[in-house]
């Protein structure tokens, strides 16, 4: 396989980052949301901080160093050359994605079935939509997939404004 362009990812290579991105996240809601105590407790919060922090942890020790490895995409520095802090960083930084998206996702989750209560008349127990992997997997790998797309777009335009 070629080495591909890190600015010029191929279609194909975006659709294997993607499922991947997916399928992790996936993985990871299974064992955290269903496998722990965690994921049966009354408190959201807890769920989502724990899932952030196993999900910023994988993505940054397991999922972006395969991406970067099978597709050549991403911070094209080796981490053998970072500083001590600047990989701290980076993992912290890891954390926070994680931690606003899967803020993101708990919102879109409460919001659809706030919404579906409404209009179906249900009772204000009722769960129109569970969370599961897949789901819950989709809805990861869709945010990370338009938060690279967007995210890169505001920050060219704010540049652009400064100049």
């Not at 407790?41 to 020790?61: K, Q, Y």
Request: some cysteine; proline content about 3%; glycine content about 6%.
């Amino acid at each position: 396989m070629e080495k591909q362009n890190k600015k010029n990812p191929t279609k194909k290579a975006k659709l294997y980052v993607f499922l991947i991105r997916w399928w992790c996240a996936g993985a990871v809601f299974f064992f955290i949301g269903w496998g722990t105590t965690a994921g049966s407790r009354t408190s959201i919060l807890d769920l989502v901080v724990l899932l952030a922090i196993v999900m910023g942890l994988f993505n940054s020790f397991i999922v972006n160093p395969a991406i970067k490895m099978l597709f050549n995409i991403g911070k094209q520095k080796e981490y053998k050359d970072m500083t001590v802090a600047k990989r701290v960083m980076m993992r912290l930084k890891d954390v926070g994605v994680a931690l606003v998206t899967i803020a993101l996702i708990s919102w879109i989750y409460d919001t659809v079935n706030v919404v579906a209560i409404q209009l179906f008349n249900l009772s204000n127990q009722a769960v129109f939509l569970p969370t599961e992997p897949l789901l819950f997997g989709l809805f990861y790998a869709l945010i990370m997939t338009l938060g690279g797309y967007v995210i890169p777009k505001i920050l060219t335009r704010m540049k652009v404004k400064k100049s």
